[in-house]
């Protein structure tokens, strides 16, 4: 079946600019995650949704950066006037309840780049 | 508090021979730990996962992992490298259950193979 999917695969903005990526889990998965990966580094998280609702945001980094999940499905990360710092492949994840053992299955990422 | 270090940025190995790549964790509870793979372009894929049952976990692709708690390691090995092999490495541990689901990865190694 499809695996997690992520639009846009690469997105260039300008410092100052919003922006939104948007993820597509597996079908059915109710737990949905949303890591940030800078050069060189493992993946960071920054925010868990169970259903709809952000079960745990500790990881987003200060007020500029929300995310929703309207419908339980597809999850858009929003990002307000963006920074160069903000430059990272964000990486969606989605399981299937989000129980802790679960695996948790990765897209291929939206590369960002703030100039 | 839960983390993992993985002690090299990047290992050489020749085609054939055997591959090791080294992580220690901390963690205050029995902890689950996984090993992802993530080649260029590509989704993070998880090549195996340690959840307190036998301390030699089998993953796909030949790779094996042994939890060792009085080393606090993880190390991920294989006997035989192959090109296809080649990719960034994570070792990541996970809170424990009845905690949120999200990941805390090691900053990875990258595995490079040569013919």
């Known amino acids: 079946g499809a695996g997690v999917s992520q639009t846009p695969s690469n997105k260039v903005t300008e410092k100052g600019k919003y922006v939104e990526l948007r993820c597509d889990p597996i079908?059915?998965?109710?737990?949905l995650y949303w890591y940030r990966q800078s050069l060189g580094q493992g993946p960071e998280f920054l925010i868990y949704?169970?259903?709809?609702?952000?079960?745990?945001d500790s990881g987003l980094p200060n007020d500029r950066f929300f995310a929703v999940r309207p419908e339980g499905s597809v999850s858009t990360l929003k990002i307000q006037r963006t920074e160069r710092g903000d430059s990272a492949v964000y990486l969606c994840?989605?399981?299937?309840?989000?129980?802790?053992?679960?695996?948790?299955?990765f897209g291929p990422g939206t590369r960002l780049l703030v100039l | 508090a839960q983390s993992v270090t993985q002690l090299d940025s990047h290992v050489s190995v020749s085609e054939g021979t055997p591959v090791l790549l080294r992580c220690n964790y901390s963690?205050?509870?029995?902890?689950?730990l996984f090993w992802y793979v993530q080649h260029p372009n590509k989704g993070l894929q998880l090549l195996l996962k340690?959840?307190?049952?036998?301390?030699l976990v089998k993953g796909i692709n030949g790779f094996e992992a042994e939890f060792k708690k009085s080393e606090t390691s993880f190390h991920l090995t294989k006997p035989s490298a192959h090109m296809s092999d080649a990719a960034e490495y994570f070792c990541?541990?996970?809170?424990?259950?009845?905690?949120?689901?999200?990941?805390?990865f090691g900053k990875g190694t990258k595995l490079s193979v040569k013919p």
């Open positions: 994840a989605s399981s299937r309840t989000g129980v802790n053992q679960e695996t948790q299955y």
């Open positions: 079908s059915g998965h109710t737990a």
């Open positions: 949704f169970q259903g709809t609702g952000a079960a745990d």
């Open positions: 963690s205050s509870y029995s902890p689950s």
């Open positions: 340690y959840t307190s049952a036998a301390t």
């Open positions: 990541v541990v996970r809170p424990p259950p009845g905690s949120q689901g999200n990941l805390i």
